[in-house]
């Protein structure tokens, strides 16, 4: 395919281009590395494209999650009360961070880094206080805000007493970090006008796809997709819509539920395919009270590896989630399969989607049924969406944008070490 050649070349080009640093990573991740969903990808893929730019790249994270071939993961002690922690805000997070920071401490008194690449506001306070210990730089990879993403878990409420220290303590966070990521320019903006950080110190750096993975279903063995379609019971002459991603409110899978009872008010023919966890009984019970159970397939979690395929069963893509300040970065899963997508109108999904996507009123049952009548008849704008992502969000520009920081950190480090 012909962005794949531009991205080999990108990167062969990077690799040839004379001498430069080889960079020594130290990723934290705060999180049960590597599960199937949205910041998981994004540190996969951040780690990726950096091996395959020539760097080395450690990931600290969780006692749970998957193995990653070719990855160097390394993982915190158990708690034993708390086996089977994966995904959400919890109370438990405070020892598996304080156990994460442990693991992390033990990497950099036994090994040489070069940069801490943190990700989410726990691991930047790892980061940052273990960084300034033993003198390594570090970048803040920011997804969305702490406390925002605590209300729509509903772990927190903005009338709590502990809502303003932990505010405050996200802010403290925000303003240390020396460089911080973004996934959005939408986030990018929440930090500078929202919370005081120096614009010079935001760098958005939004979510890529691979397009030689996710691409249209007329590229996927026929065969092959009519024995999945068979396994997952859809009828041949099923219109399909596909969502991959966690299972919630705040995603908008209640919402998403209401808004498939309204579609078969008026079409028999329509599926929804929901692909994902955690709470597979409690929406297959809500789609049971809806009388839609039918036409509703759950398939629990599906492997990242096995998104592509998955997805190509489906005439268009659904990505309803509710808030204001996280990525979605399933968005460009559907974009480069080339299916029409249809999302609740967001800052950060007029990003992604810019003018092709369609947009229904955050929250409104009516008007995402609406929406997704409408992409089910008028499919076409998928090529559009494909498109914009091979021209947009390739992952080997990312790549380079992150060595760019990279470099300027560490020689920032270096003149101020010269300084002293």
Request: aromatic share 8%; glycine share 8%; proline share 5%.
């Amino acid at each position: 395919m012909a962005e794949h050649s531009s991205d080999e070349s990108r990167l062969a080009a990077h690799r040839t281009a004379g001498p430069t640093d080889r960079f020594r990573v130290l990723m934290i991740a705060p999180t049960s590395f590597f599960a199937d969903y949205g910041c998981h990808v994004r540190i996969l893929e951040e780690s990726r494209i950096l091996q395959r730019l020539g760097h080395t790249v450690t990931v600290a994270t969780y006692r749970n999650g998957n193995p990653v071939p070719g990855l160097d993961i390394r993982r915190t002690l158990p708690i034993p009360w708390r086996t089977t922690y994966e995904v959400g805000s919890s109370r438990h997070k405070i020892v598996f961070d304080a156990l994460l920071g442990l693991k992390t401490m033990t990497l950099l008194a036994s090994q040489r880094f070069d940069v801490i690449h943190a990700h989410l506001h726990e691991g930047a306070l790892i980061g940052l206080v273990l960084g300034r210990l033993f003198g390594v730089p570090v970048v803040f990879d920011f997804q969305g805000s702490l406390t925002e993403e605590m209300i729509d878990h509903h772990f927190l409420r903005r009338d709590s007493l502990v809502y303003g220290p932990l505010r405050r303590l996200e802010r403290w966070i925000d303003h240390a970090a020396p460089v911080i990521l973004t996934s959005t320019t939408h986030a990018q903006r929440l930090l500078i006008d929202e919370f005081g950080c120096a614009p010079e110190q935001v760098i958005p750096l939004p979510d890529c796809v691979d397009t030689d993975q996710f691409r249209p279903a007329s590229t996927f063995e026929p065969l092959e997709l009519a024995a999945l379609r068979q396994r997952l019971g859809l009828p041949e002459g099923g219109k399909v819509i596909v969502y991959l991603g966690l299972l919630a409110e705040y995603q908008g899978t209640g919402v998403l539920l209401e808004a498939m009872r309204r579609i078969l008010d008026v079409r028999s023919n329509v599926y929804l395919l929901l692909m994902g966890f955690p709470g597979v009984e409690y929406y297959q019970r809500q789609a049971e009270q809806l009388g839609i159970a039918d036409h509703v397939i759950f398939t629990g979690r599906v492997s990242y590896h096995q998104a592509p395929l998955h997805l190509a069963l489906g005439r268009v893509g659904v990505a309803p989630k509710m808030s204001l300040t996280e990525g979605n970065g399933k968005l460009l899963n559907y974009m480069g399969m080339g299916l029409p997508t249809v999302a609740f109108d967001t800052p950060v999904a007029r990003e992604y989607l810019g003018a092709h996507g369609l947009y229904a009123i955050r929250g409104d049952t009516a008007s995402l049924a609406e929406k997704l009548l409408t992409a089910l008849d008028e499919p076409s704008g998928g090529a559009l969406l494909r498109r914009r992502a091979q021209q947009h969000f390739a992952w080997g520009r990312a790549g380079e944008q992150i060595v760019q920081v990279y470099t300027q950190l560490t020689n920032r480090k270096r003149v101020a070490s010269t300084a002293k």
